[in-house]
């Protein structure tokens, strides 16, 4: 694709409940990131993949948070027993290289009821 | 961390040079200074980035002082829509992730 997608755009989740988020990178992109946007405030940094090597999660709040990239593409942020401080926006970014120009997708609006 | 401070609201008039001020005053030799923007409901957006020299692009202008402790973003002529939340951003050349603050909310009036 043109972008960095994400799906789903919007989820609501019932407190206690696990949720998967999927990131599309733009094709060929090695590097790969994940942020959690809380309201009203900037993008924290939760996790770094370059390739399917995870080589920084020093940024997940908790062992609850936990990311994948398999085959080095496609993205998987998994929260389990969500809890409502996890009520964020959590955008996933790419970049052709490390340290390359990254680009964001629109972001996953999770809503813990 | 490097850490930088913005204003948290900027108002400008349609068509009139903007300047977008960031302190970093505790930036180091190999920190990249870069300037992102988030349109409502949007993903942050890439704008311009340097490391001493003031650089420019199609979409803005990077000025850069002379001991790197600050920096502004110059948007030539505004439109409603440059109307964004803009984050000053330090980048360690040694690593990936970037740490945004709160940055600066900038209304556009017509």
């Known amino acids: 694709g043109a972008g960095v997608s994400q799906s789903p755009r919007y989820k609501v989740a019932k407190r206690g409940q696990d949720v998967a988020l999927r990131c599309d990178p733009i094709s060929g992109h090695v590097s790969l990131f994940w942020y959690q946007q809380a309201l009203g405030q900037g993008p924290e940094f939760l996790t770094y993949?370059?390739?399917?090597?995870?080589?920084?999660k020093s940024g997940l709040p908790s062992d609850r948070f936990f990311a994948e990239r398999p085959e080095g593409s496609v993205s998987t942020l998994k929260i389990q027993r969500t809890q409502q401080e996890d009520s964020a926006v959590y955008l996933c970014a790419s970049s052709l290289v490390a340290g390359g120009r990254t680009f964001f997708g629109q972001g996953t609006r999770l809503t813990v009821v | 961390d490097a850490k930088t401070t913005q204003p948290n609201s900027m108002e400008s008039n349609e068509e009139e040079p903007v300047h977008l001020p960031c302190n970093h005053s505790?930036?180091?030799?190999?920190?990249?200074i870069h300037w992102y923007r988030q349109l409502p409901s949007q993903g942050p957006e890439y704008v311009i980035h340097?490391?001493?020299s003031n650089v420019n692009n199609r979409m803005a202008s990077l000025a850069i002082a002379e001991d790197r402790k600050s920096s502004t973003l110059i948007l030539h002529r505004a439109t409603l829509r440059d109307a964004a939340v803009y984050y000053c951003?330090?980048?360690?050349?040694?690593?990936?992730?970037?740490?945004f603050g709160s940055g600066t909310k900038l209304n556009v009036k017509p």
């Open positions: 951003i330090l980048r360690d050349v040694n690593f990936n992730k970037f740490y």
């Open positions: 993949f370059q390739n399917e090597a995870q080589l920084d």
């Open positions: 340097g490391l001493t």
């Open positions: 505790t930036i180091s030799g190999t920190d990249y």
